[in-house]
Each structure stands twice: as C-alpha cells, then as structure tokens.
C-alpha cells in the first residue's frame, strides 16, 4: 500500500520569500500525487496533481512541484508567498486501480509580514 | 456550481446518540469517500464507495456505518457516538479513474460530550 510523509509539522516565512515544502511517498512504482491546501474552516482545494510525464507541473495560486523518481519526493514550491498563501498543506499519494487517497500529516505554513 | 454539500455544518451530541452526517454531490462521480481530520494525522479514510449499491471500509470504520442507494448522496452514521469520535469528517468524491483529484465538501464539525 502506498504512503506519504510531510517531514515539516508548521513552516514560518516572510511575505515575498521562496516556499518550499517536502513530500515523500512509498509506493513500488510511479504513483498518482496530489497536493491539496485547506484555508481555516474550509475544505480541501486541489493545488496541482502529477500521474505521467513533465515532471515539473504547474498549480493554481502560482503554485508548482517536481516529482523525483530518485528520491521518492514530490516537494511543492511558490517564488513568492503572499499572506494569503497561510493554510495548511496536504501531500496525497494514490495508485492505479487502487480507490484510495493516502494524505499526509500536513503542513501549516505562517507567512508573517 | 454546488459540488460536494455536507450538513450540518456544526453538530454536538452526547455520548451514546445516534446522528447521520449527510454528503450530496451533483457531478455524478462515481466514487465518494468519507474522511475524519484530527491534528497531526492529516486525513483518514473511513469508508468509501465506488458506485450505488457498492460501499467498503477505509482505515478507521469502527463505529461508522455508510449506505450509497443514489449516485449522489453518500450519508455516514454514528451508531452510538463517542468522545473519540470527536473531529472534523469531510466527504470528497471522484469521478471513476483514480488518477482524477477528489472535491471535498466543506466539512462537519463534530463535537461528543
């Protein structure tokens, strides 16, 4: 079965700062990856997904990540954070043929001023 | 643009009741999925279903039973509710392929006395 780590309970940047949060997975072979951030008292919104091909994909909200084979790790990355970027982030890793969503633990990211 | 709809919003009950946390989707996807959320464990299936008349357990189904008679609606039940059950359940649905991201509802949050 596959699984997924967020090594990073809580993050801390600064308004305009790079971000950069960590995501590694078990599974035998390529899985499906997810990155889904959640607002206070919302749901969960679809940042960005990879399954096949570039492995650098694009999200909504300036979002993107890199999936490295290699290194098990799907990390997603934003140049410049504004303060509406403070939520939690959550990596999830599915499988073909498999229903199932494994999420991680997630990750709060505070963007002070 | 309904989406997933989960009511109530808020719920508290005391210990030993019984209550039914209703999940509706109008995108006519085939899978839908129940989710408990508690701090620092990310995400946590409870039980899913791939189809009317289809349902199977996730990780954590002790003391939730499902029904799926529609497409659309998806409801989970406490049988007997206990101050473990305590969280917020989030109901996400898919269309069939499971390389295709969940839409999430906006949450219940649930609170037993």
């Known amino acids: 079965a596959q699984s997924v780590t967020q090594p990073d309970i809580h993050i801390t940047v600064s308004e305009g700062a790079s971000l950069e949060l960590r995501c590694n997975y078990s599974y035998g072979a390529t899985p499906y990856l997810f990155w889904y951030v959640q607002s206070p008292g919302q749901g969960l919104q679809l940042l960005l997904k990879y399954f096949s091909g570039d492995t650098l994909v694009q999200g909504i909200k300036g979002f993107e990540a890199e999936f490295k084979r290699s290194q098990s790790s799907f990390n997603l990355r934003k140049p410049s954070v504004h303060w509406s970027d403070a939520a939690e982030y959550f990596c999830?890793?599915?499988?073909?043929?498999?229903?199932?969503?494994?999420f991680g633990a997630g990750t709060t990211v505070t963007v002070r001023a | 643009n309904a989406g997933v709809t989960q009511t109530p919003k808020f719920q508290v009950l005391k210990t030993g009741q019984s209550m039914t946390l209703q999940c509706a989707q109008d995108?006519?996807?085939?899978?839908m999925s129940w989710y408990r959320q508690d701090p620092g464990m990310g995400l946590r299936l409870i039980h899913y279903s791939v189809g009317a008349g289809i349902t199977d357990q996730g990780e954590v189904p002790n003391g939730y039973n499902v029904s799926r008679s529609t497409t659309e609606d998806f409801p989970l039940r406490l049988l007997s509710a206990a101050p473990s059950q305590t969280s917020v359940y989030f109901c996400?649905?898919?269309?069939?392929?499971?390389?295709?991201?969940?839409?999430f509802g906006d949450g219940t949050r649930l609170s037993i006395l």
């Open positions: 995108m006519n996807h085939e899978y």
């Open positions: 999830a890793v599915g499988a073909p043929r498999d229903y199932k969503l494994s």
């Open positions: 996400a649905s898919r269309a069939g392929n499971s390389n295709q991201p969940q839409h």
